[in-house]
């Protein structure tokens, strides 16, 4: 949806974010610089153990404290998948076998990002947290239908905008939270 393209000159590097431009024609025949950032890519997990997900209360240096999904950055050249295993691992200490991709989405048509959503069934804890410098995180352990009332309160909202909907209409669609019972809990 919002790739670069090949004519774009980087005109700014920075730790997460990067800005592009380029030349682009108009409707009318005339020119005008266009922009685009780009960031690395993204995943989000939910982590299943047992019949509960986690969620993780976080604090970050410019952030008041907020609940989210497991995830993080993919680092460059890394696979979605193993980013998304590395991040769980590093910010829960939990690992899993059994790994179904639930959808891949693009969020903003002037970035180029993308976020992998994943689901982890079954997952074990097998380390210790292994928290970067800047990440203050608290594991929550919620059923289901505990989930959903957080992120219809609006309580859970940094993560995918279209599953927060899906699971907004599971609360009043059983059909629908049937489905996330078989994706969440069924190998």
Known sequence: ????????????????????????????GSMA????????NTAEVFVVVGDKIIIQRQE?????????????????????LDGAKREVLEETGHASDDWELVRIT??????????????????????EQSLDAGEKIKLEFYTLDELIKLVD????????????IDLIRAKYDPEIKKKWEKLLFTA
């Open 33 to 40: 610089v266009f922009e685009r950032i780009s960031r690395p």
């Open 153 to 164: 309160r609006g309580d859970l909202s940094y993560f995918d905008h279209e599953i927060r």
């Open 1 to 28: 949806m919002a790739k670069i393209p090949e004519n774009a000159k980087q005109v700014f590097e920075g730790e997460i974010f990067n800005v592009w431009q380029w030349d682009q024609k108009m409707f009318d």
């Open 60 to 80: 970050q240096p410019d952030t008041q404290e907020f609940l989210s999904m497991v995830g993080g950055r993919i680092e460059k050249g890394e696979d979605p």
């Open 106 to 127: 693009e969020p903003s048509g002037k970035i180029d990002w993308a976020i992998y959503v994943y689901v982890a069934r079954d997952a074990k804890k097998v380390a």
